[in-house]
């Protein structure tokens, strides 16, 4: 289907604004970890076995998303994925056991996956017919979701409410507003006798090593969002509302650094941008394993927010340049940064049993560092595809 301009850049907006409510609910959640594992009655460690669910979740049910996309439209396909997403909000609080807390977090990371593949593949499908970057701003917009969903959050522990009542209203609202916004987008469907997309698809040569500097970024990103605000009440000692709010400045911190993203690549290039932002996490890292109080482990959250903020949009735009099939080799980066996910909250837990929470931030220092000895795989090319490519790139991927 062809679209002109102007429609395209409403297409952006509206898909921008998909980001954003998908941000909201991750936010929304990662405030209220504290509060849920108290509720379920779950330890550090069995914290981080739990928290491996979503992104186990994700993994396995996110190649099923090119396969909605292809039979129901890209805009259809969104709309469910993306509601059933949002509506997956309320089931952590509601688990009364560690056994529940993993079943809920399973069925909330599988939804997260495929709605995050289905507004991934729309943003690539603008970004090619724009002929210009936006990723870095898209994924800026999820950041700001994020931030609103864990400015929220931080109230709600700030002031002591229940988690079930605040995770309910809030799938509410984002529920209506995701459904709103989905009508915006484009609709791309495949032509009639184009085969269906594999429900799984291997990731690609081309894509291992650019989904290795994903898997860092997305490491210190999942352990920051997961851990920073159980980081900041267990081994600081703060107040729940103090350590919900670490959890908001690193969202702060990715949003800013998203939303400008797109200039800062445009000028200094990927791989300079990468290893400044690898420098920064890293140093980050060190300020939270060695801060001796709470506003200096914040400032340290707040860094690495900063330092890995661009890597992911960075990643998938290599990705799609990387070979013949941009759709499978997006849909591989992905895979593997949904791998990265699934091992980093159950690493930082499992270590946090064994060890402390302090040492397990020290794996995430290290890896951070990855990204200033790998950032060269990022090197820009051609953008592959323009518009002509959307029933190809209407089955691609990208981990958040």
């Not at 709010?245 to 990927?270: E, I, K, Q």
């Not at 795989?377 to 953008?383: C, I, T």
């Amino acid at each position: 289907m062809q679209y002109g301009l102007e429609r395209v850049r409403r297409a952006r907006y509206a898909v921008a604004a998909v980001f954003c409510v998908h941000g909201a609910v991750t936010g929304s959640f990662a405030t209220r970890i504290p509060w849920i594992q108290e509720h379920a009655g779950v330890s550090p460690g069995q914290l981080g076995l739990a928290l491996a669910f979503p992104a186990l979740g994700a993994s396995l049910a996110m190649p099923l998303a090119a396969a909605v996309s292809h039979r129901l439209g890209a805009r259809t396909a969104l709309r469910a994925l993306l509601a059933l997403w949002t509506l997956s909000l309320v089931l952590p609080s509601l688990a009364p056991n560690i056994y529940g807390l993993c079943g809920a977090l399973f069925v909330y990371g599988a939804t997260a996956g495929m709605s995050d593949v289905a507004m991934n593949a729309l943003g690539v499908e603008v970004e090619n017919r724009l002929d210009r970057s936006i990723m870095s701003s898209l994924h800026g917009m999820w950041s700001v979701g994020a931030l609103i969903g864990s400015a929220a959050g931080t109230l709600a522990a700030h002031l002591g409410s229940d988690a079930r009542l605040h995770h309910l209203l809030a799938a509410a609202v984002l529920t209506v507003l995701g459904l709103v916004f989905c009508q915006g987008v484009l609709d791309l469907r495949s032509a009639p006798d184009e085969e269906p997309p594999p429900r799984f698809a291997l990731p690609p040569r081309s894509a291992l090593v650019i989904g290795a500097i994903g898997f860092c970024g997305v490491f210190a990103e999942g352990a920051s969002l997961d851990w920073s605000a159980v980081y900041l009440k267990d081994v600081l000692g703060s107040s729940p509302g103090a350590a919900a709010a670490s959890t908001t400045a690193f969202a702060l911190t990715m949003a800013v650094a998203r939303l400008v993203g797109d200039r800062v690549v445009d000028r200094f290039g990927a791989v300079r941008t990468v290893r400044a932002g690898g420098l920064a996490a890293t140093a980050g890292g060190v300020l939270v394993v060695f801060a001796p109080h709470p506003p200096a482990a914040m400032a340290g959250f707040g860094l690495m927010g900063l330092g890995v903020a661009v890597v992911v949009p960075l990643a998938f735009a290599a990705a799609a340049r990387s070979g013949p099939n941009p759709s499978q080799a997006i849909a591989g980066v992905a895979t593997i940064t949904y791998t990265s996910g699934l091992i980093a909250p159950s690493l930082i837990g499992g270590l946090a049993d064994v060890t402390s929470l302090t040492a397990s931030f020290g794996v995430v220092t290290v890896l951070a560092f990855g990204l200033v000895a790998g950032a060269g795989v990022l090197a820009p090319g051609r953008r592959s595809g323009t518009g002509g490519k959307a029933g190809a790139v209407a089955g691609s991927s990208r981990g958040a």
